[in-house]
């Protein structure tokens, strides 16, 4: 299984031993950059952090780690959040 296969389906910050996705939560998952494929557990927060996106915290963006990658919903699909930039 190569690196791509093993981030696809996987919850952003879990434990990689943790189940992928858990009952009564709700999830996003992140198109392109250097999250794709990952699923972002938002559950429990505000329609406007929905709204705004999020920058996580990355060491495989272009900055290296302490790095964030930047995520913000996609107009026709707000259940996938599109890859918008890295920044330090």
């Known amino acids: 299984m190569d690196k791509d296969q093993?981030?696809?389906?996987?919850?952003?910050g879990a434990d990689h031993e943790e189940p992928s996705r858990?009952?009564?939560?709700?999830?996003?998952?992140?198109?392109?950059?250097?999250l794709d494929g990952l699923l972002l557990d938002v559950t429990g927060w505000s329609d406007e952090q929905l709204a705004e996106g999020t920058a996580?915290?990355?060491e495989i963006g272009?900055?290296?780690?302490?790095?964030?990658?930047?995520?913000?919903?996609r107009a026709?699909?707000?259940?996938?959040?599109?890859?918008?930039?890295?920044?330090?």
């Open 6 to 12: 093993f981030m696809q389906g996987r919850v952003y």
């Open 22 to 34: 858990r009952p009564g939560h709700v999830y996003r998952e992140l198109v392109a950059g250097p």
């Open 56 to 58: 996580l915290r990355t």
């Open 62 to 73: 272009s900055h290296g780690p302490g790095g964030h990658a930047h995520y913000g919903p």
């Open 76 to 88: 026709a699909d707000p259940r996938r959040w599109d890859w918008e930039g890295d920044s330090a």
